[in-house]
C-alpha cells in the first residue's frame, strides 16, 4: 500500500508541477506526430497509394508520438529533476528509487494514452480505414512506452550534464523512429541498415500497432520483443537511479 | 540566559560581569544523565574517487533529545560527514547507527526515522506552499487527513501562513528554503538533519528557523545540523562539534570547550596608526593581565571580552570563521 502511495504521490507532484507548461506539453506531444502523419501522406502521395500506406503513416505517427513522450520528455523531466536539486529532495524520504520511476511512468501512460487518441481521431477524419483492437492496442502502447521510458530513465541518470542528456533523449527519440521501418518499408532501406533496423523496438512497435489497427490480434512476437526490451531497458534504469553515492 | 551569556562574551565588559557570566556557565545544557544514544558513529572515513579524504575517524554519539552543531568553514567535511548519516553517501570505512538501525545496511529504515534538508535542493515552482507539505508528507507514510494536518503545523510553525497557496516559483530565497526545512520537519521525525539550515536566511527568518528547531527538540527530537555561523552553534547546541580538514578535532559542551582555552580574555582593537586596517586580537589569561597590556600599549578604543566560541575554533585550527581578523596571540 506504501508502495502504491509512493508511485501515486509522486505521479501527482509530477502532474501538478506540470500546471503550467500541461498546453505545450501537451501540443508538443501532438504536434510533431499530426504534423509527420500530414507530411507522410503528402511526401508519399497518400492520394495514389493505398490503404496500407495511410495505415502505415498513421501507426508511424502514434510510435513517433509514443518516442517523444517517452523518451525526450520523460527524458527531459528526469534530467530536469536532477540537476535542479529536486532529485535530492526525493533521495532524503523512505522511497524507493523505483518507485520514484514509476511515479513518471504513470505520467508517460497519461501522455502516451492522450496522443495516441487524439492521433485515431485525426486518422478517423482523415478517413484511414481502420478496426482498432482496443485493449491488444492498448497493450501495445503499454509495453510501448515501458521500454521506451527506459531508455529515458538509463541516459537521464548517466548523462554528465542536462544538456548532455538532452541532445541524448532528443536524438534517441527521433533516431529510434526514422532509423526503423516506421512511416517507410524496410524495403527501401540501405541493406546494411535492414536488419538491424528491425530489432529496433520502434519496429516491434509499429508493426504491433498497425496490426492492432486493422483489429488484428497476431502481434505476440512483437509483445514478446518489447516486453523483453521493456525488463532489459528498465532493469537497467532502476539499476542506475540510486539515492546513494560511492 | 544564553543571550546574557553571547552579550558578555561580545560587547565591552567590566571584569564582575565576566565572572558573573563565568558562573553562569556551570549551569550548562549538557544532559545530567546521558539519555540513551540516537546517532553513533565509529571510525567514519570518507575518501572520494579523486583521492581527497573528506573525512577521518569520526566517533560520535548524539543522545536523545539532544542537539549537536558541526561547526566548520566551508569545505572541512561538514556536508561529507552529514550527507554519509543520511544515507545519500556510502563511507569508504566505519559505520553509522541509528536509533539501533544500520545506516549504511538499511537506509530506507533509517529514513523513516529522519527528516533532512540538504544544503542545496531544488523545489517545485509550479506547486504551492501546501502542497508541497501535503504532497511529500504523503511520500513520509503519512495519511491524507495526517499529511494535511502536518502541513498545517509546518505552515504555521515557519511562519509560511501568508504564502501557503502561492507557488513556490514566486517567493524569496529565503523563503524557498524555510520550505525545504519545512519539509524535513513534516511528521516530527525523530532525528533532524539539517545542513547549513539557515544560510541564506534574513536574521529575522534565522531567528524564526531557530526558534523551530529549538521547540521540536523539547518535543523529543534528535538534532544534528552543520553551519558555520558561530551565533548559530553558540545559541542553539547542547554540544558543538568543530570539524577541520575532515576530522572532528573538538567535541563538547560550550563549557567544555572554553575549558580548553587557557588564555579566554580577548582584547581587540585597532591601530590607531591604521584605523582602516585589520582588528589586532590578543588573548590573555585574566582580566588583569588584559587590563595591563591596555594600560601598557595606551589603547584608547578597545574591547575587552571573554574568549567566544570562534577564538576557540582559532585556537584549535589556527583559522577564523570570521574574517578580517589579525591573528595575534598575546
Known amino acids: 500500500m506504501s508502495r502504491v502511495t509512493d508511485i501515486s504521490s509522486v505521479f501527482r507532484i509530477q502532474l501538478m508541477s506540470m500546471r503550467a507548461e500541461a498546453g505545450p506539453f501537451f501540443l508538443a506531444a501532438l504536434v510533431f506526430p499530426a504534423g509527420m502523419y500530414l507530411f507522410a501522406n503528402a511526401v508519399g502521395g497518400v492520394a495514389r497509394t493505398p490503404e496500407q500506406s495511410r495505415l502505415r503513416f498513421l501507426a508511424g505517427s502514434i510510435v513517433f508520438s509514443l518516442s517523444l513522450t517517452s523518451i525526450s520528455w520523460l527524458g527531459y523531466l528526469l534530467l530536469e529533476n536532477r540537476f535542479t536539486g529536486r532529485l535530492k529532495l526525493f533521495a532524503t524520504l523512505p522511497l524507493a528509487p523505483s518507485s520514484y520511476i514509476f511515479g513518471f511512468l504513470g505520467f508517460a501512460f497519461l501522455q502516451a494514452a492522450l496522443g495516441t487518441t487524439v492521433l485515431l481521431l485525426i486518422g478517423r477524419a482523415a478517413g484511414v480505414g481502420m478496426r482498432p483492437n482496443i485493449p491488444m492496442l492498448a497493450l501495445v502502447i503499454m509495453l510501448t512506452v515501458l521500454c521506451l521510458c527506459g531508455f529515458g530513465v538509463v541516459i537521464a541518470a548517466r548523462a554528465r550534464s542536462f544538456t548532455e542528456g538532452s541532445l541524448l533523449t532528443d536524438a534517441l527519440g527521433a533516431g529510434l523512429v526514422f532509423l526503423a521501418p516506421v512511416y517507410y518499408l524496410p524495403e527501401t532501406m540501405p541493406h546494411g541498415l535492414r536488419f538491424v533496423s528491425r530489432l529496433l523496438p520502434t519496429s516491434f512497435a509499429a508493426s504491433a500497432v498497425r496490426t492492432t489497427l486493422t483489429g488484428g490480434y497476431q502481434v505476440g512476437t512483437e509483445l514478446l520483443a518489447l516486453g523483453l526490451m521493456a525488463i532489459v531497458t528498465l532493469a537497467l534504469g532502476f539499476r542506475l537511479t540510486k539515492w546513494r553515492e560511492d | ?330
Open chain 2, 1 to 330: 540566559m544564553k543571550q546574557t551569556r553571547e552579550l558578555a562574551t561580545w560587547l565591552m565588559v567590566t571584569e564582575e560581569s565576566l565572572l558573573a557570566s563565568e558562573q553562569t556557565r556551570g549551569a550548562t545544557r549538557a544532559l545530567e544523565t546521558p539519555a540513551p544514544v540516537a546517532v553513533r558513529v565509529r571510525g567514519l572515513f570518507k575518501r572520494y574517487k579523486d583521492g581527497t579524504e573528506a573525512n577521518r575517524d569520526i566517533d560520535l554519539d548524539v543522545r536523545r533529545g539532544e542537539l549537536i552543531s558541526i561547526l566548520g568553514p566551508n569545505g572541512a567535511g561538514k556536508t561529507t560527514f552529514l550527507r554519509q548519516i543520511t544515507t545519500e553517501l556510502r563511507p569508504s570505512a566505519g559505520s553509522i547507527e541509528i536509533f539501533g538501525a544500520n545506516a549504511i545496511a538499511a537506509p530506507q529504515t533509517v529514513k523513516r526515522m529522519m527528516g533532512i534538508t540538504p544544503q542545496e535542493a531544488g523545489i517545485f515552482a509550479s506547486l504551492t506552499v501546501r502542497e508541497h507539505f501535503e504532497l511529500f508528507a504523503r511520500l513520509k507514510d503519512l495519511s491524507k487527513a495526517k499529511a494535511r494536518a502536518a502541513a498545517t503545523e509546518v505552515i504555521n510553525s515557519l511562519d509560511l501562513v501568508p504564502e501557503e497557496g502561492k507557488r513556490v516559483g514566486s517567493l524569496s530565497g529565503g523563503q524557498k528554503r524555510r520550505i525545504l526545512i519545512g519539509l524535513a520537519l513534516l511528521g516530527r521525525p525523530r532525528l533532524l538533519v539539517l545542513d547549513e539550515p539557515t544560510t541564506g536566511l534574513d536574521p529575522s527568518s534565522r531567528q524564526s528557523v531557530w526558534g523551530v528547531i529549538r521547540r521540536a527538540v523539547t518535543d523529543g527530537a534528535t538534532v544534528i545540523l552543520s553551519t558555520h555561523y558561530i551565533e548559530e552553534a553558540e545559541r542553539l547546541s547542547d554540544r558543538i562539534g568543530i570539524i577541520a580538514q575532515g576530522r572532528l578535532i573538538a567535541l563538547g559542551t560550550l563549557d567544555e570547550l572554553f575549558s580548553r582555552l587557557e588564555r579566554s580574555y580577548r582584547v581587540s582593537y585597532r591601530d590607531p596608526l591604521d584605523p582602516f586596517g585589520d582588528l589586532c586580537v590578543h588573548y590573555f589569561a585574566s582580566f588583569k593581565e588584559a587590563q595591563a597590556h591596555i594600560a601598557q600599549a595606551e589603547l584608547s578604543g578597545y574591547s575587552i571580552a571573554r574568549a567566544s566560541l570562534e577564538d576557540i575554533y582559532f585556537a584549535l585550527t589556527g583559522e577564523r570563521l570570521v574574517e578580517g581578523e589579525a591573528e595575534a596571540k598575546a
